[in-house]
């Protein structure tokens, strides 16, 4: 993304932008910020779109394609709503959870009602 094609980040998108800075950054450390450059990290304080620390950039920003591709403008990803949580997750042929965690609820709830039927009459 060229500085031309830059723009303020939503509130929404800094919100997430930090929960991934602070959850699942390898060089992220509460205490010392940024343990490459010791100092606070560059990602936390970022208000416009354009330049992204390298190491998040390759290896944090994909673990999130919906806002991976807000932010890099690499066009709109096709989202549905999880069966079970409604959270927005990227379409991949037919799959319906967001994650193995709800499908893993989804299969017992399904696995109960069956029981219940068959118990039941």
């Not at 991976?68 to 927005?88: F, I, M, N, Q, S």
Request: proline share 5%; glycine share 10%; with cysteine.
């Amino acid at each position: 993304m060229s500085q031309a094609e830059a723009r303020e980040m939503t509130r929404e998108e800094r919100a997430a932008v930090k929960k991934l800075v602070v959850s699942m950054c390898a060089n992220y450390d509460h205490e010392y910020g940024c343990l490459p450059l010791d100092c606070s990290c560059y990602m936390l304080g970022k208000w416009w779109t354009g330049s992204y620390c390298k190491y998040f950039r390759n290896a944090v920003l994909p673990l999130d394609p919906i806002l991976e591709a807000a932010l890099t403008g690499g066009g709109a990803v096709e989202t549905r709503p999880c069966a079970l949580c409604g959270e927005p997750f990227p379409v991949n042929g037919k799959q319906a959870y967001c994650s193995d965690a709800c499908a893993g609820k989804a299969q017992r709830r399904r696995n109960r009602e069956y029981m219940r039927k068959k118990r039941g009459g």
